[in-house]
């Protein structure tokens, strides 16, 4: 005989199927991220492999949780809705408390950031690898300087842009010295400057970090109080949920007392 509701064990159904359906997205997220990033060039996957494997593994375990849970609505299986609901305690627990300090060191991300990459200028001066990584970024988002074309003192060859971009205006002309000037020499280089585009890749990253700690820590705190109401109808099947005792009593037929 089924111990819990049938309406309850649907709902939970449901909610384990969209369970899983928030799993795949997230793998699909972090497939399309490193997709995006291969295509802009290898560097960029440096430094973000770690984060696209944490992103691998929720979107597993995700999955992977909502079958258990499916599972033990269908089979009435206490000891697998005991692990649902610790898993989803776990799970909440630990997206809160990668979501809450992510949204709230955001702010500060930008100054520091800026800070370190002032110590990089004049950009010649820097050791290899930074001169190398700037003058990627340059190339391939079509930029010059981090926050201005002067953070070069000999601008290099990635800074310059072609005819048709000069065209379309996003260009500008520098002449850096006395001969340049005397001689009518210049160069057009790119107007924007590389460090929004870094910060827009940032800022991208936090994006998704935010989105999926708390879309994941609603879903399993959800998952949290029906796994609790179906665990209490199985160890407690002839007594009423809190939420099914709060309803009105029905209403009973009255009867005249007689007269003495």
């Given at each position: 005989?089924?111990q819990?509701?049938?309406c309850?064990?649907?709902?939970?159904?449901?909610?384990?199927?969209?369970?899983?359906?928030v799993?795949?997205?997230?793998?699909?997220?972090?497939?399309?991220?490193?997709?995006?990033?291969?295509?802009?060039?290898?560097?960029?996957?440096?430094?973000?492999?770690?984060?696209?494997?944490?992103?691998?593994?929720?979107?597993?375990?995700?999955?992977?949780?909502?079958?258990?849970?499916?599972y033990?609505a269908?089979?009435?299986?206490?000891?697998?809705?005991?692990?649902?609901?610790?898993?989803?305690?776990?799970?909440?627990l630990l997206?809160?408390?990668t979501?809450?300090?992510?949204?709230?060191?955001y702010?500060?991300?930008k100054?520091?950031?800026?800070?370190t990459?002032r110590?990089?200028?004049?950009?010649?001066?820097?050791?290899?690898?930074?001169?190398?990584?700037?003058?990627?970024?340059?190339?391939q988002f079509?930029?010059?300087?981090?926050?201005?074309?002067?953070?070069?003192?000999?601008?290099?060859?990635s800074?310059?842009?072609?005819?048709?971009?000069?065209?379309?205006?996003?260009?500008?002309?520098l002449?850096?010295?006395?001969?340049?000037?005397?001689t009518?020499?210049?160069?057009?280089v790119?107007?924007k400057?590389?460090?929004?585009t870094?910060?827009?890749y940032i800022?991208?990253d936090y994006?998704i970090?935010?989105?999926?700690?708390?879309?994941?820590?609603i879903?399993?705190l959800?998952?949290?109080i029906?796994?609790s109401?179906?665990?209490?109808?199985?160890?407690?099947p002839?007594r009423?949920?809190?939420?099914i005792?709060m309803?009105?009593?029905?209403?009973k037929?009255?009867?005249?007392a007689?007269?003495?």
């Open positions: 005989m089924a819990i509701n049938i309850l064990k649907r709902i939970f159904t449901v909610f384990n199927i969209f369970f899983m359906i799993g795949g997205v997230v793998i699909l997220l972090a497939l399309w991220c490193q997709f995006f990033m291969s295509i802009r060039g290898g560097h960029n996957l440096e430094g973000r492999t770690t984060q696209l494997f944490i992103l691998h593994i929720v979107g597993v375990i995700t999955m992977m949780i909502a079958v258990l849970g499916a033990g269908h089979k009435e299986s206490k000891v697998a809705l005991i692990m649902f609901l610790v898993f989803m305690f776990t799970g909440c997206m809160l408390m979501g809450i300090p992510a949204a709230s060191s702010p500060q991300v100054s520091r950031m800026e800070e990459f110590k990089f200028v004049p950009l010649d001066k820097s050791r290899k690898d930074v001169r190398n990584m700037a003058e990627d970024i340059q190339k079509h930029c010059c300087g981090l926050f201005s074309s002067k953070d070069w003192e000999n601008i290099p060859d800074c310059v842009c072609s005819q048709e971009e000069e065209k379309e205006g996003k260009c500008q002309t002449r850096k010295n006395l001969y340049q000037i005397l009518r020499q210049r160069k057009s790119y107007s400057t590389c460090f929004p870094i910060m827009d800022q991208f994006n970090i935010l989105v999926v700690s708390f879309t994941v820590a879903l399993a959800l998952g949290m029906l796994s109401i179906m665990i209490h109808q199985l160890y407690y002839n009423p949920t809190i939420m005792s309803m009105p009593p029905k209403y037929e009255l009867h005249n007689p007269a003495c």
